[in-house]
Nanobody
Framework: QVQLVESGGGLVQAGGSLRLSCAAS????????MGWFRQAPGKEREFVAA??????TYTDSVKGRFTISRDNAKNTVYLQMNSLKPEDTAIYYC?????????????????WGQGTQVTVSS
């Protein structure tokens, strides 16, 4: 059973930075598609970024500000978030797939973390 545990969320002022971490156990991130999603109050869960051995992909609103990466030795995926805006406020979830095919659709992901809150003040 794959387990994902996020950390690194918090309160930050607009323009600031945070780095989210997603530690995986029971599976290896290097052989799987991994993604970050977020959900703001009253909104649906939306795609943020994904990574496979082929590369990375981002939603348009975070391109140039967020970077997804992974450390295979630590079995951990990261989301570096710079130039944060109030509209980035949400619960951020790490997700993983059983295969290595990138996807922007939440339903394609098999494993989910519990989420970590990110709040950006103006």
């Amino acid at each position: 059973q794959v387990q994902l545990v996020e950390s690194g969320g918090g309160l930050v002022q607009a323009g600031g930075s945070l780095r989210l971490s997603c530690a995986a156990s029971g599976g290896t991130v290097s052989s799987s598609a991994m993604g970050w999603f977020r959900q703001a109050p009253g909104k649906e869960r939306e795609f943020v970024a994904a990574i496979t051995w082929r590369g990375t992909t981002y939603t348009d609103s975070v391109k140039g500000r967020f970077t997804i990466s992974r450390d295979n030795a630590k079995n951990t995926v990261y989301l570096q978030m710079n130039s944060l805006k109030p509209e980035d406020t949400a619960i951020y979830y790490c997700a993983g797939r059983r295969n290595a095919v990138r996807s922007t659709t939440p339903h394609d992901y098999d494993y989910w973390g519990q989420g970590t809150q990110v709040t950006v003040s103006s």
